[in-house]
T-cell receptor
Framework: ETGVTQTPRHLVMGMTNKKSLKCEQHLGHNAMYWYKQSAKKPLELMFVYSLEERVENNSVPSRFSPECPNSSHLFLHLHTLQPEDSALYLC????????????FGSGTQLSVL | SQQGEEDPQALSIQEGENATMNCSYKTSINNLQWYRQNSGRGLVHLILIRSNEREKHSGRLRVTLDTSKKSSSLLITASRAADTASYFCATKETSGSRLTFGEGTQLTVNP
């Protein structure tokens, strides 16, 4: 185990649904990240939080809404998604936002029908 | 074009052989990291090499960095079937504020 837990592991949702992805880290890290991994494409950084403050939003559509209530928890709220949003969504954490040695969760495999 | 491109895209070897994967990048970097990903799972950090380092070892892993050629290689010695995974390089640019991943090398180690 990496110390980063993501739930659910799999999610199937319709385009009109609202769902949330959850990430929890038990490492005492101060930075948390959401990445999107699509087939045949490099990992795409979506959001970065440092000490619960959003420090980076990588031009992500507003149908993805992150929330970081404390330094251990990170959510990604999803609404009115498109089929092209189907991907593996990975949460990661690091000691600080220096991007050195990221610890990843196992991801949520999302399918949008 | 990509910052951090792995080569080859896929590699298939026999157990016991060595596996070498390469990563090229385009801009000046602060550090370069290698990660491994088993199918359908998250990435696991393997090793970090800084721009002022040329070689690092960790167990059966050996990483080299040539900043003049903007390239790095990951060598896995005496490979095992359990090494089957995708391997990604990620670069932390000197001027940027993020970690950029390549598309990865899919390594298959046949028993």
């Amino acid at each position: 185990e990496t110390g980063v837990t993501q739930t659910p592991r799999h999610l199937v949702m319709g385009m009109t649904n609202k769902k949330s992805l959850k990430c929890e880290q038990h490492l005492g890290h101060n930075a948390m990240y959401w990445y999107k991994q699509s087939a045949k494409k490099p990992l795409e950084l979506m959001f970065v939080y440092s000490l619960e403050e959003r420090v980076e939003n990588n031009s992500v559509p507003s149908r993805f809404s992150p929330e970081c209530p404390n330094s251990s928890h990170l959510f990604l709220h999803l609404h009115t998604l498109q089929p092209e949003d189907s991907a593996l969504y990975l949460c990661a954490s690091s000691r600080d936002r220096g991007y050195e040695k990221l610890f990843f969760g196992s991801g949520t495999q999302l399918s949008v029908l | 074009s990509q910052q951090g491109e792995e080569d080859p895209q896929a590699l298939s070897i026999q157990e016991g052989e060595n596996a070498t994967m390469n990563c090229s990048y385009k801009t000046s970097i602060n550090n370069l990291q290698w990660y491994r990903q088993n199918s359908g799972r998250g990435l696991v950090h393997l090793i970090l090499i800084r721009s002022n380092e040329r070689e690092k070892h960790s167990g059966r892993l050996r990483v080299t960095l040539d900043t003049s050629k903007k390239s790095s290689s990951l060598l896995i010695t005496a490979s095992r079937a359990a090494d089957t995974a995708s391997y990604f390089c990620a670069t932390k640019e000197t001027s940027g504020s993020r970690l950029t991943f390549g598309e990865g090398t899919q390594l298959t180690v046949n028993p």
